[in-house]
């Protein structure tokens, strides 16, 4: 009785004591946790709204991190929104061209710095001009309201959900880290799972 005592305490204590080694801020989620400096490549998937400030100044800081981690890190970058699907629907419009990244660069300055915040969301006018600086005016008039677009917002969307995914920007870190806060916390994350930290 008392052997089997033991070891109920030990498989209570074996997810904590899996990432005990994990440094940094976050939340573990349901799921097979990898250990401490574990992996060649850390995948990281980023929840971000066009409209969110913070997601903005986020994004300026992802270069440098991309830069430090080269290719140990893997970015994947999800766009949900509670304000309206279309912005996020250009987004996945554009990634079929491989122009995700300028758009979303353009669609932060107009909310941002230009003041088009809500016009982005509520006339398509406005985003159909985003679209037409980057090129894809024909895409965007076929797609926009397409079901394979519409299908992909929802995909992330009910992805963020399933990983309780209430603000932005949140990073879920191999699946199983929900990570908030700054690039410091994220690149503490990272490297804790590296097999050789980057310094």
């Not at 140990?72 to 766009?79: D, N, S, V």
């Not at 230009?114 to 406005?126: A, I, N, P, V």
């Not at 309780?164 to 699946?175: A, H, L």
Request: proline share 6%; charged share 25%.
């Amino acid at each position: 009785m008392k052997n089997i005592l033991l070891l109920l305490v030990a498989l209570w204590l074996l997810p904590s004591l899996a990432t005990a080694q994990i440094k940094g801020v976050y939340e573990t989620l349901a799921g097979p946790a990898p250990k401490a400096h574990s992996l060649k490549q850390v995948t990281v998937r980023e929840f971000f709204a066009f409209h969110c400030p913070h997601c903005y100044h986020f994004s300026k800081e992802i270069p440098a991190l991309k830069k430090r981690f080269g290719k140990k890190l893997k970015i994947i970058y999800t766009p949900i929104d509670w304000v309206g699907a279309d912005p996020p629907k250009l987004y996945y419009i554009a990634q079929e061209k491989g122009k995700e990244e300028a758009v979303a660069a353009m669609m932060y300055d107009f909310i941002h710095e230009k003041g088009l915040g809500e016009t982005l969301y509520q006339d398509r006018f406005k985003l159909a001009y985003v679209a037409k600086l980057n090129g894809l005016t024909e895409e965007f008039k076929q797609q926009i309201d397409s079901p394979e677009i519409a299908a992909k917002f929802k995909a992330g969307t009910d992805l963020a959900r399933s990983k309780g995914v209430d603000s932005t920007p949140t990073f879920i870190v191999e699946g199983v880290y929900k990570v908030q806060g700054g690039p410091d916390n994220l690149a503490l994350v990272i490297n804790s799972l590296l097999k050789a930290p980057v310094k």
